[in-house]
C-alpha cells in the first residue's frame, strides 16, 4: 500500500470540514486523512467520538495541550477500524489467541500503526489510540476519555448514564464503562482481553 502524503498544516481550513473538533487548528488534516479510509457511517461515528470527547475533557478541565491529544486521538482511533483482516494483521501482528480468532481486536494497535507511520509521536495520543478496544491506565486522562466517548457516543444508542456521568466525574465513567464491557463479553461466552482484566481488576472491587 502506497505511503499517505503527509498533510499540510497550511491547508488546515476549518470551512472544510464545518464547526466542531475537526475546525480545530492542526486537526483537520488527520480528519481529511481518516475520512478518506471509513464508510460514511464509520465516518459518523469518528466525529461523534471526537465532539464528545473534546465535551468531557473540557468538562473535566484539561489542560489545553490535553485537550488537543484528546480531540486528534478520538479522531484517529477507528482508522483501521474498516480494513481487511490481513491488513489488520500486517499493521499489528497478534500477540495471543484471542487476537487470532477475533482479529477486530486488532484495530487499536492497527490504528496506532497507521498513525506512528504518518509521523504523529505523541505517546498519550498513540496510547489512546491504541487504549480504546482494550483500556487504558485509570490515570491516563486522555485515554479515559477517548474510551468512554467511544462507548458512549450517542449514535450508538446505549450508556447514556456513563456519557452524562463522565461530565463531572471521568473516572467512575470509565470504570462503569469497563465493567459494563467486561460483563457484556462474559454474558456472550466472548474472551475478555488481557489488559481489559487487568484495568477491570484495578478499578472494580470483587464482587465474589
Given amino acids: 500500500m502506497p505511503n499517505d502524503p503527509v498533510p499540510d498544516p497550511a491547508s488546515d481550513s476549518p470551512t472544510a470540514h464545518g464547526a466542531g473538533p475537526c475546525a480545530r487548528h492542526g486537526i483537520a488534516p488527520w480528519c481529511r486523512r481518516v ?10 461515528h469518528v466525529v461523534r467520538v471526537a465532539e464528545l470527547a473534546e465535551r468531557i ?14 480531540v486528534l486521538a478520538a479522531v484517529l482511533h477507528d482508522a483501521a477500524r474498516d480494513l481487511e483482516d490481513d ?9 495471543r489467541p484471542e487476537e487470532r480468532a477475533h482479529p477486530m481486536i486488532l484495530h487499536g494497535r492497527a490504528a496506532r500503526a497507521l498513525a506512528a507511520s504518518w509521523g504523529i509521536d505523541a505517546p498519550r495520543v498513540l496510547g489512546a489510540i491504541e487504549g480504546h478496544v482494550a ?5 491516563d486522562r486522555v485515554g479515559t476519555a477517548v474510551y468512554v466517548a467511544d462507548v458512549s457516543e450517542p449514535g450508538r444508542g446505549v450508556n447514556a448514564d456513563v456519557r452524562e456521568l463522565a461530565l463531572h466525574d471521568l ?10 464491557k467486561v460483563d457484556h463479553l462474559r454474558a456472550c461466552g466472548k474472551p475478555v482481553h488481557p489488559t481489559t482484566l487487568e484495568v477491570h481488576d484495578s478499578l472494580v472491587p470483587d464482587r465474589s
Fill in 35 to 44: 475520512r478518506q479510509r471509513l464508510t460514511p457511517e464509520r465516518w459518523a
Fill in 135 to 139: 483500556g487504558v491506565a485509570p490515570d
Fill in 57 to 70: 475533557a473540557r468538562a473535566n478541565r484539561f489542560t489545553e495541550d490535553e485537550l488537543r491529544d484528546t
Fill in 87 to 95: 491488513r489488520l494483521a500486517e499493521l499489528a501482528p497478534p500477540e
Fill in 171 to 180: 473516572r467512575s465513567a470509565y470504570a462503569t464503562a469497563v465493567r459494563r
